[in-house]
């Protein structure tokens, strides 16, 4: 029995699957698809679902939509580059949505996504659009359009060629209802643009979910957790309609320097703060809307003392922000789920070594919700543009958006993908000790009948359906009897 039991405990596909700290975390059930390298031949994406593919090292991959005339359509591609690969400047990928004359359908989107100036691999995400409505004049009708994803790349430059491996993607497609009737056509005019006051008070743990599907929730307040080197951390925070969020950033001071000068040298001078180990663009930490579209991003350099960085002000949430001429208001164009990564470089770990250092994050969501935009249809998916209350109660307890976690809120992530593993060996537990119950039974009633021939006779004339009917009862009868007195003698 106790091998039985060990067996069922590791379950196929597992493998690995708990303790994989740092990697991102796909989508539960996400569809695998190749990209194609003819638009022809591109494999459909269906709004409202999540794919997981590839991009290789050269060359382009095309996929395909199939659009109504009254639905906007939002398509993000994040790659993700294997952890220690090197990146430039540069490199990135792009992504557009195009109709069948080639032409692209949203040419004033932000559609392209680089490392810049970290140079440090993570994951990164590009969003295009086909999007309806009175002021759009391309890309309008129903049909099949195209999605191209390329790489973007440094040229001229030696290290060109380092980043030319192929990458993990992950496709995700929104699609946005039109309005019922007419609705604003500008954006507004004025708002509160000047910088918010972070919040303050006692900093709560949450740890980070690795990708948008396991982002932990946050709602306003001070939180902090521990990141390491190379690592990605994603937060998701509901913003309503009418609503305006803030977010900044801090890493803590640390006490391993590897430069001559040592942390407590006391120098202020640039020289000195190189001598203690300093690693430019240490952290970065990027918004991106519902539709994981890029809002904002911010970065700051390192030399171990505490640091800290900030988004600039964003304007509240309102539909009528995508008439602005700016990505960082047209952005704010959503209510739902905003996502929050901070990424720590690798460089910090050949400065001040491999452990992690403390991040803390203030998030402040001021303004009062307001009605949103009646909407002639359903978007897809369902939940993707709006805040419900069961939202900001996972917000509180810092529910992902795939499971739900325990009463204290550290649930979630892999604490949730460990349950489902113990949760399916207690399945294959269970069936394994029915199994054993019926064997006993089965034992038990022939030594019953052993001494009686007859009664072996008249059973062996019973039909089928009245042997099933008696074999269920006395499977339920055994399991009784074998709770009370144990499995029959000499087994």
């Not at 946005?176 to 972070?198: C, F, H, I, K, Y």
């Amino acid at each position: 029995m106790a091998a039985a039991l060990c067996t069922v405990a590791v379950l196929p596909g597992q493998a690995g699957a708990v303790g994989a700290p740092g990697a991102y975390a796909f989508a539960e059930g996400a569809e695998t698809v190749e990209g194609a390298t003819s638009n022809v031949e591109g494999h459909r994406l269906a709004p409202g679902r999540t794919y997981k593919s590839s991009l290789p090292r050269v060359g382009q991959r095309f996929y395909r939509l199939e659009l109504t005339a009254e639905d906007s359509a939002y398509v993000s591609v994040t790659a993700i580059p294997r952890a220690g690969a090197e990146v430039s400047y540069a490199d990135g990928v792009e992504v557009s949505v195009q109709d069948s004359d080639g032409n692209n359908c949203s040419p004033m989107e932000a559609e392209e996504a680089r490392f810049g100036s970290s140079e440090s691999p993570r994951p990164i995400t590009a969003t295009a659009a086909r999007r309806v409505g009175p002021n759009e004049k391309s890309c309008t009708g129903a049909g099949t359009y195209y999605v191209l994803v390329e790489r973007t790349r440094s040229s001229g430059t030696a290290r060109s060629a380092v980043a030319q491996e192929d990458w993990d993607l992950e496709l995700h497609v929104a699609s946005e209802p039109a309005l019922r009737g007419a609705g604003e056509t500008a954006p507004p005019q004025a708002w509160d643009s000047a910088a918010p006051v972070p919040p303050s008070g006692e900093r709560r743990p949450r740890e980070g979910g690795t990708s948008f599907n396991d982002a932990r929730g946050l709602e306003k307040g001070v939180w902090g957790a521990g990141i390491e080197p190379g690592e990605t951390l994603f937060y998701r925070v509901p913003v309503d309609w009418g609503q305006q969020l803030s977010v900044a950033a801090e890493l803590g001071s640390s006490s391993g320097g590897l430069g001559s000068g040592g942390i407590g040298s006391g120098s202020s001078s640039s020289s000195g703060a190189r001598d203690r180990g300093y690693v430019s663009s240490a952290v970065v930490m990027s918004v991106h809307n519902p539709v994981r579209a890029e809002v904002e991003d911010a970065d700051t350099a390192y030399d171990g003392r505490q640091k800290s960085t900030a988004l600039d002000p964003l304007p509240p949430v309102a539909y009528e922000n995508r008439f602005a001429l700016t990505d960082e208001v047209s952005a704010m164009r959503f209510a739902g789920w905003y996502y929050v990564s901070v990424h720590l470089s690798p460089a910090v770990a050949e400065k001040f070594g491999d452990g992690p250092l403390e991040l803390t994050l203030r998030v402040d969501v001021d303004g009062s919700p307001r009605p949103g935009p009646a909407y002639a249809g359903s978007p897809r998916p369902a939940d993707d543009f709006g805040v419900s209350e069961r939202d900001a109660e996972a917000a509180q307890r810092g529910e992902t958006a795939e499971a739900g976690s325990g009463a204290d809120g550290q649930g979630g992530g892999h604490d949730d993908e460990l349950m489902a593993v113990v949760a399916a060996g207690g399945i294959g537990t269970g069936v394994v000790l029915l199994g054993i119950l019926g064997v006993w039974t089965l034992v038990a009633r022939r030594r019953a009948r052993a001494g009686s021939a007859a009664a072996v006779s008249a059973g062996s004339a019973v039909s089928p359906e009245g042997g099933a009917e008696r074999a269920a009862e006395g499977a339920v009868e055994g399991a009784a009897e074998a709770a009370r007195f144990g499995p029959p003698r000499g087994w």
